[in-house]
């Protein structure tokens, strides 16, 4: 079983950038595949991103692609969603997720789920 934290959210303005941090414990992140969700007020949670547990094969959602990038830094045992070019759409609860498989869009195919960390866009 492995525990989620994300941090890193916060307010900013279109066109800046966020790094968002997830950090696990309880198991390395190297055995599972990592996913980043996001979820807006009155929508449904949505895909972002996704790390093969290979720490190299990677998927995005079309609206995040050439923008956003997630990565791994295994000895700290942290996931990264490095946002660039921010738009207002973005705004949102950004969640981390953890997988034993390779399903990387498909939401129940994570086991296991952080708190979320807000990000504000403004426009």
């Known amino acids: 079983q492995v525990q989620l934290v994300e941090s890193g959210g916060g307010l900013v303005q279109t066109g800046d950038s966020l790094r968002l941090s997830c950090a696990a414990s309880?198991?390395?992140?190297?055995?599972?595949?990592m996913g980043w969700f996001r979820q807006a007020p009155g929508k449904e949670r949505e895909f972002v991103a996704a790390?093969?547990?290979?720490?190299?094969?990677?998927e995005y959602a079309d609206s995040v692609k050439g923008r956003f990038t997630i990565s791994r830094i295994t000895p700290w045992n942290t996931v990264y969603l490095q946002m660039n070019n921010l738009k207002p759409e973005d705004a949102a609860v950004y969640y981390c997720?953890?997988?034993?498989?390779?399903?990387?869009?498909?939401?129940?195919?994570?086991?296991?789920w952080g708190q979320g960390t807000q990000v504000t866009v403004s426009s």
């Open positions: 790390l093969n547990r290979n720490g190299v094969s990677t």
């Open positions: 997720a953890a997988s034993s498989v390779w399903s990387p869009s498909v939401r129940s195919s994570y086991d296991f």
């Open positions: 309880g198991r390395t992140i190297s055995s599972y595949s």
